[in-house]
C-alpha cells in the first residue's frame, strides 16, 4: 500500500520524466503527455480520491505546456470517470469505482503502476465469466476463416518458443481474440481488452513464462480441436484448464480467480 503524500494544491514537483521533453511538440502529444502524468499520479494515489488537482495554470506551468493543453487533459480524465471538476474548487479525483475500467488507458495505467492482486484476480474472474462460454459458442459457430486464424495464432506461439516470448504473447492474444470473434457475438469483441491486458501482465509479473507457455500449449491446441471437431462441452472445459493455468501464474487461487 503506498502511503498518501501530503502536499497542497500547486505543490506537485515536475517529474524527471518531462525535464527533458522539449517544448516544440504537436497539440496532441502535448495533452496527452498530461494525460499520461497526471493519470499515473491518480492511480499511484499521489492524488488520492478527494484531493483537489493544482488549478491549471500551476499544472500549465509545472509541465511546461499551456493551459489549453491541460483543460483538454482534463476533460479526457472527466470522460474516463476518474476526475470531476467543480466551479470553484476545479478538477477533483473521483472514487475508484466510477473509472471506466475497461477504457483501455485506465487497464494500461493500473496495470503499470498498481497491479494488485484484487485487480488481476477481477481481471481472471471476468475472463472465466467470458472466456469458455465464448469458446462453446466459437465450436458452434466458427466458420473456415476463424479456424484459419486460431490455427495462424497457434502456430506463432509455437514458433515463438522458447526465446519470444513478447511474440508468443501477442500471439496468444490472438488467439484468445480469435475465438472471441468466431463466438459471432459483437458485444464480447469488446472485451478484447481483458484479454490483451491479462496476458500482459502475466508477461510482465511472471518468472517462468515461457515454461508457463511450453506446458500450455497442448491445451490451447485442445480448445482449438474442439472448436474444430464442433464440441461446445469440451471447448468451454478446455478453456476453463488454461484459465486456471493463468491463475496459477499470476499466483490467484483458481476458485477465487
Known amino acids: 500500500m503506498h502511503e498518501k503524500p501530503t502536499h497542497e494544491a500547486g505543490e506537485m514537483p515536475v517529474p524527471d520524466a518531462l525535464a527533458t521533453v522539449s517544448p516544440r511538440r504537436n497539440g496532441r502529444s502535448v495533452y496527452r503527455m498530461v494525460v499520461d502524468t497526471v493519470a499515473r499520479d491518480i492511480v499511484s494515489e499521489r492524488y488520492a480520491p478527494g484531493d483537489n488537482l493544482p488549478t491549471e495554470a500551476e499544472l500549465g506551468r509545472q509541465l511546461g505546456v499551456g493551459r489549453s493543453s491541460v483543460r483538454e487533459a482534463m476533460r479526457v480524465l472527466v470522460d474516463k470517470g476518474m476526475l470531476e471538476i467543480r466551479t470553484r474548487t476545479g478538477a477533483r479525483v473521483t472514487e475508484r469505482e466510477t473509472w471506466r475500467r475497461l477504457d483501455p488507458d485506465v487497464v494500461r495505467w493500473t496495470l503499470d503502476l498498481r497491479p494488485d492482486q ?22 458452434r459457430r466458427a466458420g473456415a476463416a476463424d479456424l484459419v486464424r486460431m490455427e495462424t495464432a497457434l502456430q506463432a506461439m509455437s514458433d515463438a518458443l522458447p526465446s519470444d516470448i513478447d511474440a508468443c504473447v501477442e500471439a496468444d492474444a490472438a488467439f484468445h481474440e480469435a475465438i472471441l470473434a468466431a463466438s459471432g457475438n459483437p458485444v464480447l469483441w469488446e472485451f478484447e481488452i481483458i484479454i490483451d491486458a491479462a496476458l500482459r501482465t502475466a508477461f510482465r509479473l511472471s518468472t517462468s513464462l515461457a515454461q508457463s507457455y511450453g506446458a500450455t500449449i497442448e491445451t490451447h491446441h485442445d480448445v482449438f480441436d474442439a472448436i474444430r471437431l464442433r464440441d461446445p462441452d469440451r471447448a468451454m472445459a478446455s478453456m476453463s484448464s488454461l484459465l486456471d493455468v493463468a491463475a496459477a501464474d499470476l499466483g490467484l487461487r483458481s476458485d477465487l480467480a
Open 118 to 139: 484484487k485487480f488481476l484476480s477481477d481481471l481472471l474472474e471476468a475472463r472465466r465469466i467470458m472466456e469458455p462460454p465464448a469458446a462453446a459458442l466459437a465450436a
